[in-house]
T-cell receptor, first 112, second 111 residues
Framework: DGGITQSPKYLFRKEGQNVTLSCEQNLNHDAMYWYRQDPGQGLRLIYYSQIVNDFQKGDIAEGYSVSREKKESFPLTVTSAQKNPTAFYLC???????????FGPGTRLTVT | EDQVTQSPEALRLQEGESSSLNCSYTVSGLRGLFWYRQDPGKGPEFLFTLYSAGEEKEKERLKATLTKKESFLHITAPKPEDSATYLCAVQAYSGTYKYIFGTGTRLKVLA
């Protein structure tokens, strides 16, 4: 059963703590993306990776970090440097450079 | 500046009342336009890809069309289960490929 999984679905953290969001895919897609979604705003790109061991900053990378050690996995760490981390985080993949994106179910992070 | 604007922000329809959602864009080097459906608390679900002006795609009660400046998502005889947020995105190229998303149209279909 191919797809994209994100875990956990809900995540609660205290301010000042780092937290890592998981994104796994078994679609054999090369490119993976992390987006942040806030009410009333379009999806904003945090980081993306076209191939293993390579990733690029998106529009709002400050306070976030990623790794791409395996093709199937693209974890996102939200660090204490992120000023407003509470949001809905979405992971996506694409089959090729010019292609629609496929999204995971999302992780809702709440930081208090 | 590359931009995608969706209208209206919200739309309420009676079951069976057809309507259209608009996605206007200003981008350089358009490579594709995508429509997604997003249910509350879930990830967007891919619906259509359009690549060139004049292109149309259909799926059940939905039909997407594309011109050089905008795309429409036509909903024919909607049902309550069509209630969702519909997102439009474009893929542009300016040295690197990037996706630009609109803020979506929240559709509510009343029985």
């Amino acid at each position: 059963d191919g797809g994209i999984t994100q875990s956990p679905k809900y995540l609660f953290r205290k301010e000042g703590q780092n937290v890592t969001l998981s994104c796994e895919q078994n679609l054999n897609h090369d490119a993976m993306y992390w987006y942040r979604q806030d009410p009333g705003q379009g999806l904003r790109l945090i980081y993306y990776s076209q191939i293993v061991n390579d990733f690029q900053k998106g529009d709002i990378a400050e306070g976030y970090s990623v790794s791409r050690e395996k093709k199937e996995s693209f974890p996102l760490t939200v660090t204490s440097a992120q000023k407003n981390p509470t949001a809905f985080y979405l992971c996506a993949t694409t089959t090729s450079a010019i292609s629609e994106q496929y999204f995971g179910p999302g992780t809702r992070l709440t930081v208090t | 500046e590359d931009q995608v604007t969706q209208s209206p922000e919200a739309l309420r329809l009676q079951e069976g009342e057809s309507s259209s959602l608009n996605c206007s864009y200003t981008v350089s080097g358009l490579r594709g336009l995508f429509w997604y459906r997003q249910d509350p608390g879930k990830g967007p679900e891919f619906l259509f890809t359009l690549y060139s002006a004049g292109e149309e795609k259909e799926k059940e009660r939905l039909k997407a069309t594309l011109t050089k400046k905008e795309s429409f998502l036509h909903i024919t005889a909607p049902k309550p289960e069509d209630s969702a947020t519909y997102l439009c995105a474009v893929q542009a190229y300016s040295g690197t490929y990037k996706y630009i998303f609109g803020t979506g149209t929240r559709l509510k279909v009343l029985a």
